[in-house]
């Protein structure tokens, strides 16, 4: 791989802790909001219902089968339900409030910093990115991930999602790179590591939860520290 010049980074939990952040956001509206005294839930029993339905609905974003309005239309109503509380204004409180809270929170994934610190004198780096596009530059410019990128790929800008290959497309022509000297790293194994590869780039996929999906040519990595072996 000593041909690559561009790195291209997914944002969400590859290099910005989202579960994490959102955990922490959550946390804070579930207290302000007083859910626990007044429905008699824990924040611990609401979370994974809260995850089971967020992380469901943007694999259904990402299949094109649902739009992003009907996720934030849904995502809070559905692990309320789901947990035995009926309140839907309760849930658009939840996501109206959400976006907004969560980038108060600004934890990077553990070695990201020192990852980018390695590379940046290296390569040119880039993100790529499903997200929404004006929390994701807040995340990146309020967060110590701010100054490393020299590019910015929001999917938003072209209404187009990884893994279809004209984000890359879209990516290479933004940032001056050519896909031959060009690697991405995520942490979703069909958006990232399948689209990229796809399109034609190199892949590293960042197996966060143990999903252990593998293909020929895409080597899979546990922690940000393994991407060195490569680059
Ligand atoms: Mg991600």
Known sequence: MNTIKHVFFDLDNTLWDFRKNARFALAELYIKYDVENRYGFTFEEFHPHYHESNEGLWALIRDKKITKEELRARRFKE?????????????????????????????????????????????????????????????????????????????????????????????????????????????????????????GMSAIFFDRLDDNFEMDDVPTIKHLDEVRKFL
């Open 79 to 199: 692990a309320f339900d789901n947990l035995g509380i009926d309140n839907d204004a309760l849930a658009r409180i939840f996501e109206d409030e959400y976006m907004e809270t969560i980038t108060n929170y600004n934890e990077v994934v553990d070695g990201a910093m020192e990852l980018l610190n390695y590379l940046k004198p290296k390569y040119k780096l880039h993100i790529i990115t499903n997200g929404f596009i004006e929390v994701s530059k807040r995340k990146i410019e309020t967060s110590d991930l701010n100054g490393y990128f020299d590019t910015v790929t929001y999917a938003d800008e072209i209404q187009i999602l990884k893994p279809d290959p004209r984000i890359y497309s879209y990516a290479m022509e933004k940032s001056g790179a050519n896909k031959k000297e060009s690697i991405y790293i995520g942490d979703d194994w069909i958006a990232d590591a399948v689209g990229a590869k796809a399109f």
